[in-house]
């Protein structure tokens, strides 16, 4: 058994997870992998390790290349249990080796370990390890996703090792965007970058911006962008960086989420006219049940399109639950360059779409208001109400998306 030499003397050690299907609530239909590198040299250096429950796995992967105990290097990227719960049984096998990591990253591993008897540096942005024939550089990247995180590039190797940034939650047997292609398709890999980034990384468009310009400004030369999830981007780091600047800059279709839930199908037969409305307007439209449907795909649905309807039946005056799940679970990623608007049923009081309102204006959307009621059932005319606000909406998302271009 072998395991995959990414680079001259750089070996992918992790583990792939074809079962997982809930990652802290994010539901992963195509599993996961955890990523982690050893980079053979003078000095061998392991960078990330994996989940507690692979540990076994990567240490099978390293064995095919020399004995654990040989590590004199332990690189920590990021401390999320994902990438670093497996560091007990590295250090119980390699107890001299010197864990490089950040500030903050140490003192969240002195919270989850007994880390008395390892020997740490902490590191900064511009900071560097000789290996032998490599230098390894640091740059922090704090708050992508978490305090602690940092990315690791190998200069000899042009090779930039990028933690959860630019990954994807796929268990693939794959290990490179290419081959990936090959066996599955571009779509379904660019489908998985959004699913990722609108779920993990959608709050931190900004910072995203910041960093790629930064990094871009060290002068440093990529040509290889090895995440710590899903494939690795060999045949096209260029174009995953020129995508996250798309989706940090809040770049979508020219499309209209309309994401419900229902409790007697009266907010859903609404969806029918609505959904044609902004058809007849030439604007695509995707229409999802939040209860037949994944928490994180919905997320996936809202940041793809430019515009979203929210339909919610009122139920004891307010929103029915799934619905306000979702929209707490929306403000918290402070999704931008959005118009969002909402429409439901009720059957004496009413309630579920102000609230909505008064949500979207927490989320600092693009408002489209009014929203559109129907008591208990929707009639014939509140059908051609329907249509008229789907249709209304699709007018507007097509000026606002203009704005885009
Ligand atoms: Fe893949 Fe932030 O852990």
């Known amino acids: 058994m072998k395991t995959t030499e990414i680079k001259p003397g750089i070996f992918w050690v992790g583990a792939i997870d074809w079962a997982v299907r809930d990652f802290h609530g994010y539901v992963t ?3 996961t ?23 076994h796995v990567t240490l099978e992967n390293i064995k095919t290349l020399t004995d654990p105990s040989k590590i004199t290097d332990l690189v920590i990227n990021h401390i999320e249990p994902d990438h670093a719960s497996g560091i ?37 942005t511009g900071d560097t390890l000789n290996t032998g024939k490599f230098n390894l550089l640091f740059i922090e990247t704090p708050m992508l996703h978490w305090p602690d995180s940092m990315m690791t590039y190998v200069k000899e190797a042009k090779l930039l090792i ?18 990936f292609v090959e066996c599955a398709s571009q779509a379904e890999l660019e489908d998985s970058v959004v699913d990722y980034y609108a779920n993990i990384l959608m709050p931190f468009g900004e910072l995203i911006k910041a960093k790629i310009t930064e990094i871009q400004k060290l002068g440093i030369d990529i040509d290889m962008i090895a995440p710590d999830h899903g494939v690795i981007w060999r045949k096209g780091p260029g174009g995953i960086i020129r995508k996250y600047l798309d989706l940090a ?24 006219p609505i959904m044609q409305g902004i058809k007849d307007e030439g604007v695509d ?12 795909a919905a997320i996936k649905e809202f940041w793809k399109s430019r515009g979203c309807l929210i339909g919610s039946p009122t139920l004891n005056n307010i929103l029915f639950p799934t619905v306000a799940e979702f929209l707490t679970h929306l403000r918290g990623l402070r999704p931008k360059n959005r118009m969002i608007g909402a429409f439901g049923s009720y059957g004496w009081g009413g309630g579920a779409v102000r609230e909505a309102y008064e949500e979207f204006k927490r989320m600092k959307l693009e408002i489209f208001e009014p929203g ?4 208990y059932k929707p009639s014939h005319e509140d059908n051609i109400a329907c249509y008229d606000f789907g249709r209304n909406f699709a007018r507007k998302i097509k000026e606002y998306h203009a704005k885009f271009m």
Not at 162 to 179: K, L, V, W, Y
């Open 249 to 272: 800059n809040g770049k979508s279709s020219l499309s209209v989420a309309v994401i419900y839930d229902t409790m007697w199908h009266s907010t859903e037969l609404m969806t029918i």
């Open 29 to 31: 239909p195509k599993g």
């Open 372 to 375: 559109s009621q129907v008591l």
């Open 88 to 124: 007990d049984k590295i250090m119980s096998l390699a107890p001299d080796a010197l864990i490089h990591i950040t500030g903050k990253g140490k003192k969240g591993l002195d919270r989850h370990f007994d880390t008395s008897q390892w020997k740490f540096r902490i590191v900064k």
């Open 162 to 179: 990028s933690q959860d940034a630019f990954g994807q939650h796929i268990a693939t047997s794959s290990r490179f965007d290419d081959e």
């Open 33 to 55: 992998t955890y990523n982690n590198y050893l980079i053979m040299d003078d000095r061998v250096t392991l960078v990330d390790t994996v989940k507690h429950d692979f540990t």
């Open 285 to 296: 439209c995707n229409v999802i049940k939040l209860r037949a449907t994944p928490m994180s």
